[in-house]
């Protein structure tokens, strides 16, 4: 079975300065996609990143980068420059590639247990 | 374009009730899955509808059931409430993107089980 593991319960950071929350997973399947989320307080969850298995790239979404190492199942978001906004829960979370997709099934996300982000003015 | 609804935002119920969830998704979107959130167990899966049929299951009790109408609109209900069923429970839609897969997840519904 596959698992997404997030060591850091809680993290804080200085307004302005750059902090990286650490996912790593668990799984025996080739194919698969890698997600950030972040659940503000107000609770709508929200995607920040993506990142298929297949690209060797890293993915990047403006202040938000990811460091994809998939030989150390290792699956860390970057934020740069961080914002009182971004203050918020930010969970890692893993789903299947489409080949092992059926029955329609577009597959569930598995995910981290989040860690918690502080944003000190 | 809206975004995926769901209601009630909260609810309170005593033990042994049964309660209906009710989750909207994105126009278009065909896919719904409901996960719950716990501070225990954090977000865990509970089921995936796709054109009114279960596609997938999470490992939860039979007391946790749902269904999906022409309209992609989806119900779960929970029979037999414990107090371990309070929980957040989310809502998320999708609709294939190319090879991209991408779910928008609704505000949640609340629910306390006293």
């Known amino acids: 079975a596959q698992t997404v593991t997030q060591s850091q319960p809680e993290m804080s950071v200085q307004e302005a300065e750059t902090v990286t929350l650490s996912c790593t997973y668990d799984?025996?399947?080739?194919?698969?996609?890698l997600f950030w989320y972040k659940q503000p307080p107000s609770r709508q969850m929200i995607l920040v990143i993506r990142?298929?298995?297949?690209?060797?790239q890293n993915a990047t979404e403006n202040r938000f980068s990811v460091n994809f190492q998939k030989a150390a199942k290792s699956f860390s978001l970057k934020i740069s420059d961080s914002q009182l906004g971004d203050a918020a829960m930010y969970f890692c979370?893993?789903?299947?590639?489409?080949?092992?997709?059926?029955?329609?099934?577009?597959?569930?996300?598995?995910f981290g247990k989040g860690t918690k982000l502080s944003v000190k003015p | 374009k809206a975004g995926v609804t769901q209601t009630p935002r909260y609810l309170i119920k005593t033990r042994g009730q049964q309660v209906t969830l009710s989750c909207s998704p994105i126009?278009?979107?065909?896919?719904v899955s409901w996960y719950q959130q716990t501070p225990g167990q954090g977000l865990q899966f509970l089921f995936e509808?796709?054109?009114?049929?279960?596609?997938n299951k999470g490992n939860f009790p039979g007391r946790f059931s749902g269904r999906q109408f022409s309209n992609s609109r989806s119900e779960m209900n929970v029979s037999t409430l414990e107090l371990g069923d309070s929980a957040l429970y989310l809502c998320?839609?999708?609709?294939?993107?190319?090879?991209?897969?991408?779910?928008?997840f609704g505000p949640g519904t609340r629910l306390t089980v006293t």
């Open positions: 509808y796709f054109s009114e049929t279960q596609r």
């Open positions: 998320a839609s999708s609709q294939r993107q190319g090879v991209i897969y991408e779910q928008y």
């Open positions: 799984t025996s399947e080739s194919d698969y996609y």
């Open positions: 979370a893993y789903r299947r590639g489409e080949g092992y997709d059926y029955g329609g099934s577009q597959g569930n996300l598995i």
């Open positions: 126009s278009g979107h065909r896919s």
């Open positions: 990142q298929e298995a297949y690209k060797q």
